[in-house]
């Protein structure tokens, strides 16, 4: 089942996101007039900051609670920006409409990676570009979320052997995989990659505050189903704490790098 990213309090890793955001979207300058879709918006990071750039700028999400939460802080900043629920299996927006297609840590969910590219392709303009961002397996943000799912298939096991007829997944982070994908719409790709680093006090703070987010309550939540569940969520805390402390960089606070890929795709 796919992941409500509107449960819980998405809001803190926005933050946290949002240098990402300014990256992405300086790489994008000019924008003025510009037509913009953000798909996945989440709490707007890219649209309102393409927004103060004077783009046209149109924000989709699939999680309604998020879409609000996106408009409210336009409304809070007096920025024009419209603001959709939708996702990459069918964006809200007439065909080849986007001069630019962000999307941020988002369009790496769709269940269907290559109807995500061909729906992406459909939303650009001629001249448009698809610009996204993608984790690089080996950074702290795979190797919490490693832990945590590791933890999840032990206790619920690996679910159903997988159906070979389910859409195959792509390696958003991946560049020749991504270049077959895209070379199919007459698309060329170009990555560039990044790293992040977040800070904070403590890991123990991390993860407190990290205790919110959306997949900690999906996880909390399915595991309170259990009969020991008390003790199983104790236990997913207890990884989750060793996992952080194995990746921080810096013994008297924490420090965690992550790599991530910027990725570009435009029509060769
Ligand atoms: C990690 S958050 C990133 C949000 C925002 N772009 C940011 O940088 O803060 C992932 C976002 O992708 C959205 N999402 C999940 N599945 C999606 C899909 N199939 N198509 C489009 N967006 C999706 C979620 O609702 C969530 O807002």
Redesign the pocket.
């Known amino acids: 089942m796919?992941l409500d990213?509107g449960l819980g309090q998405?809001e803190p890793?926005?933050e946290s996101?949002l240098p990402?955001?300014e990256v992405v979207v300086a790489m994008s300058e000019p924008l003025a007039g510009k037509r913009v879709v953000?798909?996945?918006?989440?709490?707007g990071?890219?649209a309102l900051l393409a927004a103060e750039r004077g783009a046209v700028v149109t924000g989709?999400?699939?999680?309604a609670r998020?879409v609000e939460v996106a408009r409210k802080r336009a409304t809070e900043r007096g920025l024009q920006a419209e603001f959709l629920i939708g996702?990459?299996?069918s964006i809200p927006v007439e065909d080849g409409t986007a001069d630019l297609l962000l999307s941020?840590?988002?369009?790496i969910?769709?269940?269907d990676a290559d109807a995500?590219i061909a729906e992406m392709v459909r939303a650009t303009a001629p001249d448009g570009v698809i610009r996204l961002t993608s984790w690089v397996p080996g950074g702290s943000m795979m190797a919490i979320n490693g832990a945590a799912g590791k933890f999840m298939a032990e206790v619920f096991g690996s679910g159903p052997a997988p159906d070979p007829d389910a859409p195959k997944p792509l390696g958003w982070h991946d560049e020749p995989a991504l270049q077959e994908a895209f070379a199919k719409h007459g698309f060329v790709v170009e990555l560039e990659r990044r790293s992040m680093n977040l800070t904070g006090k403590s890991p123990e703070e991390y993860l407190e505050k990290s205790a919110r987010h959306p997949m900690a309550v999906s996880a909390a939540q399915a595991l309170a189903s259990r009969p020991d569940g008390n003790e199983l969520q104790a236990e997913l805390e207890r990884r989750l704490l060793a996992a952080v402390r194995e990746i921080n960089e810096d013994p008297a606070a924490l420090k965690v790098s992550n790599e991530y890929a910027i990725v570009t795709a435009r029509r060769g």
Do not use: K, Q, R
């Open positions: 796919e990213w998405y890793t926005g996101l990402i955001s953000d798909l996945g918006t989440g709490t990071n890219a989709v999400d699939p999680a998020l996702d990459a299996a941020v840590f988002a369009v969910f769709a269940p995500a």
